[in-house]
């Protein structure tokens, strides 16, 4: 089973710009997300407010790895690449601690659209695609760095977290703001648009109340405070005044 779950890593890693917002789409739009959980109102805004407390736990978590640590997402030219072998920072709490929190960022959009279905199929389906992912990089950095890895893995564990590891993984390390705001900015946007999409849905495929015009209203300025926050940002970027001062290099 390993070699077709290595060909299917290699497929998704290539594919997942474009691949996961469309699987995210087709799952949100099998069932309309509900207003209740386990037929309760309060049961659904109390849902509602632990999806986002995991969403934020998520972007929280690949802060923390990027701020300590960065390094090349994509790989080389959409394969699986790495020039070195990266063990600092959070890397040496886990070895994959940004698909940890990406991890973690769907299972909390899912969980905010609240169908069971949608729910159970996407945190699985998204499991077994990183783990697929995961097993592709393996298999490549043991053929490229066969002893360091091998050691790598017996002292950090795939998806579990060695936090007494912490201190020692970023000692003399300084956690950078900007690389996390230059490097991560479209992942907080995506993550908060598709909260937002989730709760236009909501709102459109339930029975229309006094309120549902405000609520949409809200929603709207939202998305396009999130959107134009987005755009200051990617300006910022291309002007270079999130680059990197020396010191951090």
Known sequence: MTPAMIAVGNFFFRYRNQAFPLIILVLAVLAPPPT?????????????????????????????????????????????????LVTEGMFGVCRNPLYAGNMLIYSGIFLFHGDAFVVVAGIVLFALIYQCIVLAEEHFLLDKFPDGYRAYCRDVPRWGFRLQRFRRSTEGMRFNVRRVIAKDYSTISAALLALLAVDVYRVLTTAETPQSSQRLLVLALLVMLVVASTGIVSRMKKSGRLDEPAAFL
Do not use: C, D, N, P
């Open 36 to 84: 209740t959980w386990f037929g309760s109102t309060a049961g659904g805004h109390f849902r509602e407010t632990l999806a986002m407390a995991i969403v934020a736990f998520g972007l929280t978590l690949r802060a923390t790895v990027i701020g300590f640590a960065y390094i090349q997402r994509g790989g080389l030219r959409k394969r699986v690449y790495a020039k070195e």
